[in-house]
């Protein structure tokens, strides 16, 4: 009945209500799978912020604005500039088996990518939990994120004495190598990192 299919749509919507903020741009399709469902890939181009709800059903139309990053002072740049410099330097440490990786870390690319930029990108690669990565996209201050991704990367692997080398696969654990439970989830966390540094860069332009 209509009443039924009303009911439904509604609990459909409450299953899904968008985030406040989010980003949006272009969206390619990948694949469509067997099932109708389809793979696509967003272009994220622009952060917004959800403002007025337009329309319910039979789906959400809302109207939102850009929502841009605190204005910096001089000191503040200063300090993000140098966070920035840290975080590179640990991409490079993280990555020191693959020359192409290192080649694109130290590129112009990313040596000179404007802060705010940066600090969405190198969150990117990271490949951070969904809740993390909205915690992320909603901080309007860019030193607070730069600081967020540092500390991601300190907590991964400051502790570890391990050296990790590069085999076809990507990093490599030394088999004749003693571990502890810590150890081991860092080298975990580093595989994963080396990985989405391949898939990432593969897909921006340098």
Not at 1 to 22: C, G, H, I
Not at 110 to 117: A, E, F, N, T, Y
Request: proline letters at 5%.
């Amino acid at each position: 009945s209509s009443a039924a299919s009303d009911v439904y749509k509604r609990q459909n919507q409450a299953t899904y209500k968008p985030r406040e903020v989010f980003s949006a741009g272009p969206v390619s399709i990948l694949q469509e799978l067997a099932d109708g469902r389809m793979l696509i890939q967003v272009d994220s181009q622009v952060r917004l912020q959800l403002r007025e709800e337009k329309q319910t059903l039979p789906f959400s139309i809302w109207s939102a604005e850009e929502l841009r990053d605190q204005d910096s002072t001089p000191e503040a740049e200063q300090a993000m500039g140098q966070c920035k410099e840290k975080i590179l330097r640990r991409l490079i440490t993280i990555t020191h088996g693959s020359e192409e990786l290192q080649s694109v870390l130290k590129s112009d690319h990313w040596q000179k990518m404007p802060l705010q930029k940066f600090s969405f990108a190198s969150a990117g690669v990271l490949g951070v939990g969904a809740d993390l990565a909205q915690d992320l996209l909603e901080m309007t201050d860019t030193r607070d994120r730069l600081d967020t991704v540092l500390d991601i990367i300190n907590r991964m692997g400051g502790a570890s004495p391990w050296r990790v080398g590069n085999g076809p696969a990507g990093p490599q654990v030394p088999h004749n190598s003693t571990a502890s439970p810590h150890n081991h989830r860092f080298i975990h966390s580093l595989y994963f990192i080396y990985n989405r540094l391949c898939v990432f860069f593969k897909a921006i332009p340098i």
